[in-house]
Nanobody
Framework: VQLQASGGGLVQPGGSLRLSCVGS????????MAWFRQAPGQEREGVAC????????YYEDFAKGRFTISSDSAKNTVYLQLNNLKPEDTAVYYCAADYAEYGSTWSNAPFDYWGQGTQVTVSS
């Protein structure tokens, strides 16, 4: 199982980015897929999760209404659309995968597989 994240960059406040996470060696439809982030000096936190249970989508409060997690089975890719970005969204964003069926407690779950991270910087 491998995950390759991309799409980060420098964007002004209010701007948008779309992060991609390409999976290899497994079928993303069979796994719970999630995005986490870690800002300098802070602990890693969950952002959004696409559950394998019933394709439910879960978001942390700060992400609701601004971020959207989605997937493309044909491309075996999970996306994170980031809209209305704020300076406090600056962080390294990681995608993660696990065969377990995570629900609403996903952000505390021990995901087995991680991508390498992609830097998102929001600054004017």
């Amino acid at each position: 199982v491998q995950l390759q994240a991309s799409g980060g960059g420098l964007v002004q406040p209010g701007g948008s980015l779309r992060l991609s996470c390409v999976g290899s060696g497994f079928n993303i439809d069979d796994y719970s897929m999630a995005w986490f982030r870690q800002a300098p000096g802070q602990e890693r936190e969950g952002v959004a999760c696409l559950s394998s249970i019933d394709d439910s989508r879960y978001y942390e409060d700060f992400a609701k209404g601004r971020f959207t997690i989605s997937s493309d089975s044909a491309k075996n890719t999970v996306y994170l659309q980031l809209n209305n970005l704020k300076p406090e969204d600056t962080a390294v964003y990681y995608c993660a995968a696990d065969y377990a069926e995570y629900g609403s407690t996903w952000s505390n779950a021990p995901f087995d597989y991680w991508g390498q991270g992609t830097q998102v910087t929001v600054s004017s």
